[in-house]
């Protein structure tokens, strides 16, 4: 099966700019998330998707991140404007069920930097 | 508040030997718990998991232990092979979904 597709790879931007990242999840995931991994740190979560619907989004900073997910399938995280503090990678995930052992299947994520 | 943690951010081993990485969690809720292994300019991938009712999972040269009590779990790997370095993650998943992860812990196996 095809994994999960990101796009771009990597962004440079100047502080206060916009960027916007796209994700393709596995064909037939329900539940598509977005994690901000920090270098050093491991991911931290934005938002997660359930079809359409937002399930999570209590640590998405909303006065900047925005994200959607038309038609249940491919979804876009925005951030506008940018900071120097939001430069790392942003990886999309999807996974086929939301409980249980269920593991993310991780995209190969965009590197943001921001200067 | 750091809810799961890998205190060890780097471990060295030997070609052969054991791979020891040890995890801590605070959060009693959390339902499963997955090892992710990550290459640089990859993204995670998922390596083993274990549900909170277990003690034990194995797959292969890869074991997870929990210890509920300690909310403690680790990750065996026997024998440790070259291939095998790369920076491993524990998370914990809710029933909800949601996935916390720990920093991370950078294995290096030397041949």
């Known amino acids: 099966e095809a994994g999960v597709a990101q796009s771009p790879r990597y962004k440079i931007i100047e502080k206060r700019q916009s960027v916007a990242f796209w994700c393709n999840p596995i064909?037939?995931?329900?539940?598509l998330y977005w994690y901000q991994q920090i270098l050093g740190q491991g991911p931290k979560l934005l938002i997660q998707?359930?079809?359409?619907?937002?399930?999570?989004d209590s640590q998405l900073p909303k006065d900047r991140f925005s994200a959607e997910r038309l038609k249940g399938v491919d979804s876009t995280l925005k951030i506008q404007p940018a900071k120097l503090e939001d430069s790392a990678v942003y990886l999309c995930a999807s996974s086929l069920a939301v409980g249980g052992n269920s593991p993310l299947h991780f995209g190969n994520g965009t590197r943001l930097t921001v200067t | 508040d750091q809810q799961v943690k890998q205190n060890s951010p780097s471990l060295s081993v030997q070609e052969g030997r054991i791979s020891i990485l040890n995890c801590d969690y605070t959060n009693s809720m959390f339902d499963y718990f997955l090892w992710y292994k990550k290459y640089p300019a990859e993204g995670p991938t998922f390596l083993i998991s274990i549900s909170s009712i277990k003690d034990k999972n194995e797959d292969g040269r890869f074991t997870v232990f929990l210890n509920k009590s300690a909310k403690h779990l680790s990750l065996h790997i026997v024998p440790s092979q070259p291939g095998d370095s790369a920076v491993y993650f524990c998370a914990a998943k809710t029933m909800a979904g949601k996935s916390t992860f720990g920093d991370g812990t950078t294995l290096t196996v030397k041949p």
């Open positions: 064909s037939g995931h329900a539940t």
């Open positions: 998707f359930q079809n359409n619907g937002v399930v999570d």
